[in-house]
Each structure stands twice: as structure tokens, then as C-alpha cells.
């Protein structure tokens, strides 16, 4: 009897001192909830994770437990409980600048902690977009620092890392490669086809990522992750949130639109994604560089071209365009090994006027009535399964099916012609993708898949008579018969934390590829051949190591090989790569290959600063480049009325690319923090002719300034001079584009542009964003750039969730 009394008085005592609290996590500064912060006391037996809303409840809290916040992207905070109650338990954290357990996917297709890749990765997260405000998923990328994003017109925006773009580096959306058998090697704009609104996380890796990816993957691999659907867990039976965006442009008085809807229950859910943007005529800066000024263009009067005079010789007539993007997520978790989802993307635009054939001059007048790209559509269907279920062959297992269709055209008419031509593409994907992981050991992980991706080809081209409206036949960019793009590969990558200090990184490819193609109306050009076959394959193989002496210091170096199978574009299109030129096919090609060694060094400075450099070096062989050919014995033929020299793309030998970057951030105060990027490249094939697609010198710098609620960013991005002497044969000849330096000869001058950005957290659900991008009205056109950056720009936004 006196013990059971005993006992209830203990029980009593416990209930009063001992009890469930809710605890609520919030940003410091712009006082917003903060979801997935992790809770738990010195030895585990209370955790907890927040909600959406930065609630969590702890059972059982009493007045001896210490508990610890911690969040990947936070400073970690571990208090008493007298101290939390002081706060009247809500909690606030700190952003934290200088990540310590930042985690990637994109280096081997699973979750891992950044301080065991080799690789130099580079992260770009849902809540920069929100304060740097791209129009473009192009124009995110840029706000890296680290990316050097070229433009031919408004509606574009290609990436260039480490010497290499458009076909060179591979862009992966949801687990799933975008690129395919018509990605040209000329400078290209599918990337824009992303909504940069439903973009929850963006990965870039530096150097080859073949035995991931396989083929394209040269310079780099740009993978980007949309938002995912969100499921109801804990005491919530029902998951609801929205976001909305609305944001206006000065420069080409852009109108965006965006909203998404999450709707989640325990087992299922769904997300809807809606965005628009609507783009007027691009206005450049008024200060320097005179010869950029657009003074005429072509209009009509009674029905005849004629041109005419720009009323403002700063307004890029004509460069607008507008675009609409839908996503649809549906998820099934089957039960707790199980997570099935099936994502759908779309994206249609206007037609895109490309400005740089628009400024074209022949004869002493401009050259083009019309050159505009057609509605870029694309869209994706992908299923994707996910298993988590510890067996002899996997821990995890995903497999991801996806179909997509893509349709482009290019649509233009001569100063003065009756004869508008229009050539279309139509590309239908296929791919499917195994990847499992495997823990070996405590120590020792295996990452393993296959991959099979199957591309079908349909070009036709058309010539219209604008007076009478009758449709003729014309020669079609590519073969107008079949055209099949094969790709079999099968991939495994080991990784081993040896100890603390290092952990070691190796991989092999195979990859085998095929091409098929066929002319059937070789009355347009006279080819000595009807048909084309190319089967190829590659092996590719990686190894790496990350030392840590110590916690404060990080050493990487990876060596790696890539490859490039020769795709639609490379073998068999017919096209003007600049005036009087013509490509045309080439049925011996054969694969590029990389050889890549970078070396990086990160220096942690107590948590307060870090210092990232990186020195990379690579050997391209076998590169496929456009020289001076001939068909038939000759070396000009008739296209599009006019007499070109010939030109394909071959195996011509070699190249060498080096280069480096270095990062500084500093976290001065919780109220400053500090950051500035610089990156070097340089290029040459083995007759010292210089890389086309090799930036110039460029960087960033920014001091950020938060208080409770509000951000302001100052910050200067510059890039640096490329003199005739370093400007590629190609670009040389597009002398149009470029200012004239005091020999009279092209090149690409220096520039740096002062910015301002803030945003206002005026309640927790609604944020008004501003910002002057340009402030001094700077006029400038990027390197291999066909149109100027905006002037000065005026940006404000309103950003609402619930």
C-alpha cells in the first residue's frame, strides 16, 4: 500500500513538472517560421521537427532538459529550458553563411554531404531567387557569380563554364537530362524553357560529370530541382500552402505572374504551378560604348520594307517576347518504402525575335526583314519511383521514366524578299533511369545505375510567298527522312570516408551510342552520300580524394574524363553559321573527349569567414569544331540564294583549357555579411587559335545588410576585357556585334555594373521586393553577347504564402 501511494505521488509530481510545449522557430530577421529544424536534448530521447508553421512539440519537457536547434542553413542554437520559456518558446535562428553540413545531390544522383565530393559544386536556393529576382532561369543561373550566361536575344541565355557550352554542358531537370539529338554547339536558349519560380534548389557541377550523366557533360552539369509535394505528417492531417509572385521590369517593362498550390494528406498529394511573363523591347544603358546603338529597322509603309528610323536608338527594337510555364505534381507514398511521383512540365512561348541577325547589315542596308525563332514548346511528362527497402542490392532505388516533346522553328525573311522560310524541328524523348546505392559497409558506399534514352527527329522546311501565300518545299535544317539517337549506358561509382580526415571518390562508365539518319529529297543539295550511320561508344572513368586535416581546412582534388557523342546537330544539319558560311554534314565524326584535374583548397575561418579556390586543368581531344570543307570537290555552294563557303564539323585535333575561381565569404555580424567571386579562364586548340566559348574574366562583389525584416544587397558585377588578339575566328567575324577598338577590328570591352536589391518582410506571409539593376545606365554588351544588357532597371515584386 505505500508503495502504490508512493508511486502516485511521483506520478503526480512528474505530470506537474514534466509536460508536452509547443515551440515555435522563427528567422531572426525577417521573423519568418522555419520548417524541418530538428530538436533534441543532450541525449536524444526528446526530438522533434518543425512544421511549415516552425512549430514542434516536445513531450514531456521539463526544467532540467537543454535542448539544441539545428538546421542545415542556421546557425545551431542549444539553450535551457528557462531560456526557452523566457522567450516564451519561441525561438529564433541566425542564417548561417557559412554552411558546415551543406548537401548535395547532383554529384552522384543521392543525398550527400558536401564535405565528402570532390567535386567543385556550386548551390543556388529558392530563397536567392527570391531576393535577386531573375526573370529567367538563364538570368538564375547568373546570379551565381560563377556561371557566365551569354545572350543572342531577350528570350535566351546560355551557360558557359570552364571553356564549354550549349551542347557541352548537360542540363538535368527532376533527375532527368534535357538535352538531345538537335542541342547545337552554338550558343543556345533551352534552359529558359524552366520556370525559375518553381525552382526549389539548383546544383552546378565544374568539370566532366560523364559517369553520372554520360555524354554532353564536358564542362559541366547544371541540375535543377523544382519544389516537391509536400505531404501532411505529425498531428496534421492536411498539408495546404500557396505562394504567389507578381513583379514588374522598367528596362523592358516585364510583367510576371506566378502561383502554386500544395495540397497534401498523409499518403497523397499534389502541387499546381502556374507562371507568366510578358517582355516588351529591351532598352541598354545610355554611358559608353556608341556603337551599340540601334538607329534603324525595318519596317513597312504601304506594305513595302522599308527602314526606318529609331525614335530611341536605345530601345532594341525588336526583342520582346512573353511565356507561360505549368508544372503538375501528383505523389502516392504506398507506405514508408514506397514513394511513387509523377511530375508534368510545360512551357510555351511567343516567337522570339533573335535581335543579333536583326542588326545584321549587307550591301550597306540591314540584311533581315524578319529572323525570329518560333514557339520554343516544351513539355515533360516523368514518372518517378522511389524504394527504400535494405536488401543485398540496394538500400535505395529510383527509377525514372520520362517522355519529352519539344518543338522549334526558325523563321525568316531577307530585306525586301517575297519568300518567308520557315524551318521546323520536332524532337520526341525518351529516356529511363536505374539508380541504386548500396552501403557496404560503415565506411563504404556504392552508387550504381543503367541508363537508355531514345530521341526521334522530324525537320521539314517550307518556303511562303508573303504576297500570294503559296507554300513550296525547302531544304530542312536536318535530313527530312528518319532520324534515331541511341544511347545504352550502364555506370558505378564507389565512395569510401576512409577516417575523419579522408574520404575517397572513383567511377566507370560505359556508354554506347548510335545515330541513324536518311536524305530523302536530295534535290536542295547535292551530298555524296544518302544516309548516315554512326555507332560509338566510350568509357569514362573518375577518381577522388577530400582531405580534412583538420576541421577548419579542406582539400579536394579529382581527376575525371568525359565524353561527347557527335549528336543530329553535329552530323547532319545544313545551316549559315555567319554570313557568306555554311555548314553542312559531316558522316565521320567521331566522339570528343575530356581529361580533366582540378585542385581546391577551403579554409574555414572559426565559422566567421571561409575562403574557396579551385585551379582546374583540361585536354580536350578529338574536339568537333567547324573548318573550311567541301562537297564534291567544292568548297562554296548556293544557300538561301546566296553563294557560302563550306564548312563542317570535324575531329580537328586538340585543345587546352585552364582556369580558376575563388569565393570569399564573410559573416562580419549577424547584421553583415560579405562575398566576392572571381573566375579565370583560358583556352587554345593546338594552332593557338583561341576557344570560342571561353569567358572573359569575371566576377562579383556584395555586401548584404539585414535587420529585423529587411535585406539590402549592394553589389558590383564586372568582367574583363577580351582583345581582338584573344577573340575567336568565329566571333571575329561577327565584327557586327562587337565595338571597335583603335586599330579598327572587333573585340569585347570591360564593363562593371553597381546594383542595389532589397526585400521587406512587411507581415510572415507577404514580402514586397526592390531593387536598380545598372544603377549608372551603363552600356554594354556581354562577351558573344547579340544583344545589350538592360540599362538602368527599376525592379519591385510582391511575395505572398499561406
Known sequence: MKFKFSLAIFIILFNIFSFSQTIKVIDFHNQTPIENVAIYNSDNTKTALTDKYGNANIDKLNKNDILTFQHPSYNNVTLTYDAIKASNFIIKLHESFIKLSEFVVSASKWEQNKNEVPNKIVSISAKDVELENPQTAADLLGTSNEVFIQKSQLGGGSPMIRGFSANSILLVIDGVRMNNAIYRSGNLQNVISLDPNIIQSSEIIFGPGSIIYGSDALGGVIDFHTKKVKLAFGNNSTNLSTNSMLRYSTANNEKSGHIDFNFGKKKWGFLTSVSFSDYDDLKMGTIHNDIYERHEYVGKINGQDTILKNKDPNSQKFSGYNQINLMQKIRFRLNKNIDINYNFQYSNTSDIPRYDRLIQYSKGELKYAKWNYGPQKWMMNALNIKLSDISQLFDEAKITLAFQDLEESRIERKFKSETLRIRTEKVQAYSMNFDLDKKLSKKNTLFYGIEAIYNKVVSTGIEENILTGNETPTASRYPDGKNNYYSLAAYGSFKSNINKKF?????????????????????????????????????????????????????????????RAPNLDDVAKVFDSEPGNVVVPNENLKPEYVYNMDFSINKNFNDKAKISTTIFYTRLIDAMVRRDFSINGKDSIMYDGELSKVEAVVNAGKAYIYGGSISVLANFSNNFIFKTFLTYTHGEDDENIHLRHVSPLFGSTSLLYKIKNTEIEFYANYNGEISYKNLAPSEREKAYMYAIDGNGNPYSPAWFTINLKTSYQMTPNLQIGAGIENILDYRYRPYSSGICASGRNFIISLRGKL
Open 503 to 563: 574520404t575517397f571518390t572513383s567511377g566507370l562508365r560505359f556508354n554506347y551510342t548510335s545515330l541513324n539518319s536518311t536524305f530523302i529529297d536530295t534535290s536542295f543539295y547535292d551530298f555524296p552520300f544518302n544516309k548516315i550511320d554512326i555507332n560509338n561508344n566510350a568509357i569514362t572513368a573518375s577518381i577522388g580524394l577530400v582531405f580534412k586535416p583538420e576541421n577548419r581546412w579542406q582539400f579536394n582534388i579529382n581527376i575525371s574524363s568525359g565524353f
